[in-house]
């Protein structure tokens, strides 16, 4: 039999109508389907926003994440690395001609200054962090144990400053001593603990 004799050779309207009609059910399929795509969209998103709320909650980052508080050191540790005088006399090396063997006695020297002064800080810094009977300890406290700290700090630069004097040859040390009056002018005059001070239990 001739292929001209089938129906679809004979009828081509019908073949055509045949076409729209597949094409008809498959995109009335597709429109059912947007609305279950939309809504598993939707899901997904409110899955993955809450996601990232908890995690922001539990200090998992991000700009609005809670921040650690500051350790009960920072303040005096701020202030009085700017009062180092090891580290003023190696600033002052051109002015005081220093040689190159004192320049590095006065490093090893620091840095020996620097290790003991962070021991204290560490120590500090525990202190603070115990709680009595799970509460913080009181400011009262803080302030008291911080103010110890800092004395013992400023006792420890004091005495590698002298120290360092015994390292300069009779010249650089009037230098030194002329060149730290003006230093000192620049250092900060209010006590490093006043603005962390305590109410008054009055």
């Known amino acids: 039999m001739s292929i001209y004799n089938s129906t679809a050779a004979v009828n081509p309207t019908q073949r055509v109508r045949s076409v729209r009609t597949s094409f008809r059910s498959a995109r009335q399929t597709?429109?059912?389907?947007?609305?279950?795509?939309?809504?598993a969209t939707l899901v997904l998103l409110f899955v993955a926003s809450?996601?990232?709320?908890?995690?922001?909650?539990?200090?998992g980052g991000g700009a609005n994440s809670p921040t650690t508080p500051p350790a009960a050191s920072s303040n005096i540790k701020r202030i009085l690395d700017k009062s180092d005088p090891l580290a003023f006399l190696l600033?002052?090396?051109?002015?005081?001609?220093?040689?190159?063997?004192?320049?590095?006695?006065?490093?090893?020297?620091?840095?020996e200054m620097q290790r003991m002064q962070e021991v204290i800080y560490k120590d500090l810094d525990k202190a603070a962090a115990v709680k009595d009977r799970g509460?913080?300890?009181?400011?009262?406290?803080?302030?008291?144990?911080?103010?110890?700290s800092e004395e013992r700090v400023k006792d420890i630069q004091s005495a590698y400053r002298d120290r360092a004097r015994g390292m300069l040859t009779e010249r650089q040390t009037v230098q030194a001593d002329s060149l730290e009056v003006i230093w000192k002018r620049g250092?900060?005059?209010?006590?490093?603990?006043?603005?962390?001070?305590p109410p008054s239990d009055d």
């Open 135 to 148: 509460q913080p300890l009181s400011p009262t406290i803080i302030f008291s144990m911080t103010k110890e």
């Open 91 to 111: 600033d002052s090396k051109k002015s005081l001609n220093l040689q190159k063997s004192q320049e590095d006695s006065l490093k090893f020297l620091r840095k």
């Open 30 to 39: 597709m429109i059912g389907r947007v609305p279950t795509v939309f809504v």
């Open 187 to 197: 250092l900060p005059r209010t006590d490093p603990l006043q603005a962390k001070r």
């Open 50 to 59: 809450a996601s990232a709320r908890v995690s922001n909650a539990q200090g």
